[in-house]
């Protein structure tokens, strides 16, 4: 109402100097995207925004009290031109035209009829240049925003900047297209006064301090995260108008930029971050706003399609009506054949990678070769050279915030968030990605752990339930990459057993190449428009994992975009490939998809495209993305669909790396008995090796009760059903390897001299507390991890669903056999204290399923409580050897009599 009210009085007023710096003033407000300090929405904040209100309207006066004099005789009479108030400024040409006080360096923006036309469209880019990581993912370098598109148009005395709505499509010919803004308005993003006009009166002059300097184009200010309501996570505070300020204005032909230092105030924080963090009670992040004209005509979008993963742009077409009115475009380059005739053509203008100078020397060859391997799927889409990768000089001319150069850096920060991203910037109307930038972390080349301070967590990138960032509202850009995590974690883990094995260091520094090649194809591929395939290591086949044959096609996985595990060979004169080189079948496939130029004839240009992906139940173009993966506990069906498994025999593999790191940890402490060193590498190589054990026990635990998903159209050659359980057998072995890997009574047994030297390197007061390496916790941890998936609600509800079409692997048999998994084996013996915890956190769980208070339906309910009365029963008629069994196996009966007959509160 407020806002309405101003601009009303705006359209009345009559355009002077004096009135220009209150218009600046309410501009403040309006722009500021936030209530006005009246208001009771946000009291804690309201008075910082007063205080930028005040600020504002300050500086506005301050930039005309020396004009103002002179102006107040002068203002009934004539009005300055554009060319009269930007006389001494510094001018910044390019698509648009800045003008920078000399002396207060205040930004003026120019804005000509040409650009306020109707249907001029710009699209807006956001990108962190530097940051905080404690402050959130898009808080750090190289942290794309969603794009938006905004036109600027004259109202009266004002321009009017718009955030267009790209997300509908109505077909021209049809008459609803004259209804196609019903229910869909544009957002109003900020108005700005014209402050003076040009001489032939087709080019205003606005501030731009206040429309970059605020958050009217963007948001700045982080979202309060719903989950974590309370919590003491690092709070950076609101926007100090005081300190912010612009670095930089740049002008170039297609694009313009404007950096502004946003410096936050929290005067009181509770949590005063991590090191990184100079001062808790201050945050500076460093934003460049881009500019950027709309491309010119001539680029073919391609509608996107549900079998191949290409990140898109989501338009529903209002005027369909079928079932699904999608028009939903890929995002990709503009690739046009020089010589459209011919079967492979060099393309007029190649995607061109500029490797930047941060890059260590070691490392410019691998990242450079992993570029151009990119150039053998292109080949299979008709294009030759597609793909270029420079290095960048020291003594270059040009600017990597210019849009015209992708540019992969190279950076170490403290606290990382990623081994590596890909973001690109796409034209939100057509899908075309018109820049793209790649950051890598050195922490993928370090042996650094990320979670080192958390024993029982480290070495274990695994999602619990809530993990999952949802990000799809806001405007930072929702894909999150952890390959680069995932990568490390591999080569930590290839390089502990390498050692192991007594490998050289010349042969572990070319697994750390190969690592880092695969790191590059995957973030590259992420920068042509490919999305995550977490099916694709289904792609290669189990036996074929170490043939020369593989070594020579280069992959191990059917695709680069997929986490896969590294390939490591117990046995050594056998060893294949540790990691994917080459693009593989799905990404030759899904480039031609996107790649290959149209045939001009429609029909046969739809024929082309269905005889394509009619191929998508060929095993090796396996599709399966983020939504679909296994991650998260109660996420996904399809186990086949999962991160740190390899090969089309994932259950196998699984027990081979489970094997492979029981025999490394036999003689671990000797390996890293090095005189004059700490025992840290022999704790890193520990956590790194029993992770993998978790890790792989996850992969194995999702097959029981999984569901195959398949994705096909009617009568595609191969279709199957879309949902068609795991066999009996398959889910039957991987609850025998949960078991034998596990859940065993001497899985986690490991001698009391590797224990005894699990030590990490003091570091000031950082040793408060219990030293100890707390094995119990950690063990635990990793046993729950497996159990609390089978046992999840939603799963236990697909075990059963599934029975319905075909599962023959009924819940009430799977805790059937976890039962006995978890209890049999020390039934006579004594139960050691790992087996302690895990049977009384198993019945924990076992009394949580029957009491339905977890949400688990009768059937489940049932199914647990059978179970409870059977361990109760074979518990009282177990053995006891000695006093710690005896007083275990009265606790588990106390429970289970508790909880079924209530005689007292076990709490
Ligand atoms: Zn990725």
């Not at 339905?852 to 053995?879: N, T, V, W």
Request: aromatic share 8%.
């Amino acid at each position: 109402m407020k806002e309405l009210e101003v601009k009303l009085s705006f359209e009345n007023m009559r355009l002077n100097f004096v009135r220009w710096a209150f218009a600046v003033a309410v501009l403040g407000i309006l722009i500021g995207f936030s209530p006005p300090a009246s208001s009771q929405d946000t009291p804690q904040d309201g008075a910082e925004e007063k205080k930028v209100e005040e600020k504002k309207s300050d500086e506005a006066k301050d930039k005309k009290s020396e004009k103002k004099g002179k102006k107040d005789e002068e203002e009934e009479e004539e009005e300055e031109t554009l060319e009269e108030v930007v006389k001494d400024y510094d001018k910044i040409e390019g698509l648009f035209t800045f003008y920078r006080n000399k002396e207060d360096g205040g930004l003026l923006m120019e804005l000509s009829d040409a650009q306020l036309e109707d249907g001029i469209e710009y699209i807006y880019h956001g990108v962190t240049l530097n940051g905080a990581a404690e402050v959130g993912f898009g808080y750090i370098l190289g942290s794309y925003r969603r794009p938006a598109i905004l036109t600027f148009s004259k109202r009266y005395e004002n321009i009017e900047i718009v955030k267009e709505n790209p997300s509908f499509y109505f077909d021209p010919d049809n008459a609803l297209s004259r209804a196609s803004h019903a229910n869909i308005q544009p957002a109003l993003m900020a108005v700005a006064s014209i402050m003076a006009k040009s001489e032939d009166g087709t080019r205003y002059l606005v501030d731009a301090d206040s429309l970059f300097q605020s958050e009217s184009l963007t948001q700045m200010s982080p979202s309060a995260d719903p989950g974590h309501e309370g919590s003491s996570d690092f709070n950076p505070g609101g926007i100090n108008s005081d300190k912010t300020h612009l670095i930089d204005v740049k002008s170039f032909a297609r694009n313009s930029t404007v950096t502004v230092d946003f410096v936050f105030d929290n005067s009181a924080p509770s949590n005063y971050g991590e090191d990184d963090i100079t001062d808790g009670r201050t945050v500076t992040i460093t934003y460049q706003h881009s500019l950027i004209a709309t491309p010119e005509p001539g680029f073919e979008p391609r509608l996107d399609d549900q079998r191949v993963g290409y990140f898109n742009q989501r338009i529903t077409d209002l005027t369909d009506t079928s079932v699904t009115p999608y028009r939903d475009l890929i995002n990709k380059w503009r690739l046009i054949k020089k010589d459209p005739s011919a079967a492979l053509s060099e393309p007029v203008k190649p995607i061109t990678y500029w490797i930047e100078n941060t890059t260590p020397i070691d490392y410019r060859a691998s990242i450079q070769a992993g570029v151009l391997a990119w150039n053998s799927a292109f080949e299979k889409a008709g294009f030759k050279n597609a793909v270029e990768a420079k290095i960048m000089p020291d003594d270059v001319d040009w600017d990597p915030a210019d849009v015209d150069y992708n540019v992969i850096r190279w950076v170490s920060s403290p606290q990382p968030m990623y081994g590596g991203i890909g973001p690109r910037l796409a034209n939100p109307r057509t899908g075309e990605i018109l820049a793209t930038d790649i950051v890598l972390e050195q922490v993928y080349a370090t042996n650094r752990l990320i979670y080192t301070d958390i024993f029982d967590k480290a070495a274990l990138p695994l999602w619990t339930e809530g993990d999952r960032p949802d990000l799809s509202k806001n405007s930072i850009q929702a894909e999150m990459c952890s390959a680069g995590l995932v990568i490390q974690q591999n080569t930590l883990f290839g390089m502990a057993s390498l050692r192991a094995q007594g490998a050289t260091e010349k042969e572990i520094g070319d697994l750390v190449k190969e690592g880092l090649f695969e790191l590059a194809l995957h973030e590259v591929g992420h920068t042509l428009g490919l999305m995550h395939n977490m099916k694709a290591s289904q792609g290669v086949s189990y036996e074929a994992m170490h043939t020369a044959e593989t070594k020579e096609k280069g992959y191990l996985s059917g695709s680069v975009m997929d986490y896969m595990a590294i390939n490591v060979n117990a046995d050594r004169s056998k060893q294949g490939l540790y990691y994917t080189v080459a693009p593989g079948p799905y990404d030759d496939w899904a480039i031609e998809f996107g790649y290959k130029p149209s045939l001009a004839d429609p029909v046969s240009e739809a024929a082309r495209v269905e005889a394509l992906l009619g191929r998508s139940m060929e095993p090796a173009l396996a599709f399966g993305n983020d939504a679909d993966d296994m991650r998260n506990p109660a996420g996904g069906i399809d186990p086949r669909t999962m991160v740190s498994d390899l090969s089309d025999d994932a259950i196998q593999f699984a027990i081979d790396r489970m094997n492979f790191v029981d025999d490394r940890l036999v003689d671990l402490k000797s390996t890293y008995e090095k005189s004059g060193d700490t025992w840290d590498n022999l704790r890193t190589a520990y956590l790194i090796l029993t992770g993998q054990k978790a890790i792989q026990s996850r992969v194995i635990v999702n097959y029981i009760g999984g569901v195959y998903l398949e994705r096909t159209v009617i009568g595609q050659d191969g279709a199957k059903a879309p949902y068609t359980p795991v066999s009996g057998e398959d889910q039957r072995k991987a609850m025998a390897a949960l078991e034998e890997y596990i859940f065993a009574p001497n899985a986690w047994q490991v001698s009391e001299d590797l224990v005894q030297h699990l030590q990490k390197k003091r570091r000031g007061y950082e040793q408060w507390g219990n030293e100890d390496p707390g094995m119990h916790a950690r063990t635990i941890r990793m046993q729950s991890i497996a159990l609390s998936v089978v046992l999840h609600p939603r799963n236990m509800q697909r075990m059963l669903d599934s029975t319905l079409y075909g599962n023959d692997y009924p819940p009430a048999e799977v805790l059937q056999d976890l039962t006995d998994a978890i209890f049999v084996a020390d039934l006579r013996s004594r139960v050691n204290s790992h087996r302690q915890n895990l049977q009384l956190h198993y019945v924990g769980q076992l009394i949580a399923v029957a009491s339905g208070d977890l949400g688990h339906s009768f059937p489940l309910q049932s199914a647990a409580l059978h179970q409870l009365r059977r361990i109760e029963r074979m518990e009282r008629q177990a053995k006891s050897p000695d006093v710690a069994t005896s007083a275990h196996r009265g606790h588990v009966r106390y429970w289970i009599e508790t909880a079924i007959y209530g005689e007292a509160s076990r709490q």
